[in-house]
């Protein structure tokens, strides 16, 4: 049975970082496209960030580039997204997913929310001005 788990979120002032965690089991991140989405109140959910299965080829929304990595350890079976100079506008729950499409190009990776097959609970992020 395939789970992903985020951790990491929490409250941080303006400008300030977190990191986030998506541990996964059932499947072996090195085989599967990964992304990051977030959701605010009222919005729909939408891409943050993305990784590639091989070689990693690594995608971001315009407004989190320079300020966001997502990266992924595959020992751990873990993939991270660390969030530097945090914003108000940034605040939102934040999921992690995974795309087990196998006809997908391992080089590439979804940026559509119907690209994704397994979903985590996602976790507060909440950046006070």
């Known amino acids: 049975q395939v789970q992903l788990a985020e951790s990491g979120g929490g409250l941080v002032q303006a400008g300030g970082s977190l990191r986030l965690s998506c541990a996964a089991s059932?499947?072996?991140?090195?085989?599967?496209?990964m992304g990051w989405f977030r959701q605010a109140p009222g919005q729909e959910r939408e891409f943050v960030a993305a990784?590639?299965?091989?070689?990693?080829?690594?995608y971001y929304k315009d407004s989190v580039k320079g300020r966001f990595t997502i990266s992924r350890d595959n020992a751990k079976n873990t993939v991270y997204l660390q969030m530097n100079m945090l914003k108000v506008e940034d605040t939102a729950v934040y999921f992690c997913?995974?795309?087990?499409?196998?006809?997908?190009?391992?080089?590439?990776?979804?940026?559509?929310?119907?690209?994704?097959?397994?979903w985590g609970q996602g976790t507060q992020v909440t950046v006070s001005s």
């Open positions: 059932g499947m072996p991140l090195s085989r599967t496209g």
């Open positions: 990784i590639s299965r091989n070689p990693t080829t690594t």
């Open positions: 997913a995974a795309d087990r499409k196998i006809w997908r190009p391992i080089s590439q990776a979804g940026l559509s929310p119907d690209d994704y097959d397994y």
